[in-house]
């Protein structure tokens, strides 16, 4: 089972008690990476990678399975994209996944995310399509 939580603590905590007795417990930690979702979640970059990596560390340290999504990755700068799959394998993510949150994405924008770099380090590749009803 795994549980979904966004990139606070609290958050991270409450997952974790909620699926420690299943058979296979997992975390799937997001963070917003466009700049659009930096904006409205009143975050900076600094920021968001700095409370990634501390849910990650601190999931990491309850769990064997920690999946990481950046939100809405394909609309995001590529460098900082890189930075924070890089940070997020070394904290301990098993999985890395581009969360596209957008309709208008197409399924070559999803391949160059997923073609990071980063990517080959070390933590598996995932992909998480989420669409939403107008």
Do not use: W
């Amino acid at each position: 089972m795994t549980g979904i939580s966004r990139v606070n603590l609290k958050d991270v905590r409450r997952v974790i008690a909620g699926v420690e007795p299943a058979r296979q417990p997992g975390i799937n930690i997001f963070a917003p990476f466009s700049a659009a979702f930096l904006d409205k979640a009143a975050a900076t970059r600094e920021r968001t990678l700095d409370a990634a990596v501390a849910a990650i560390r601190y999931a990491k340290q309850h769990l064997d399975y920690v999946e990481f999504s950046a939100q809405d990755a394909t609309r995001s700068d590529r460098e900082f994209l890189l930075t924070a799959f890089s940070v997020a394998i070394e904290a301990g993510a098993s999985v890395l996944c581009v969360a596209e949150t957008r309709r208008h994405s197409t399924a070559g924008r999803v391949r160059r995310a997923l073609s990071l770099p980063a990517c080959e380090r070390g933590a598996r590749r995932g992909r998480h399509m989420e669409r939403t009803l107008p």
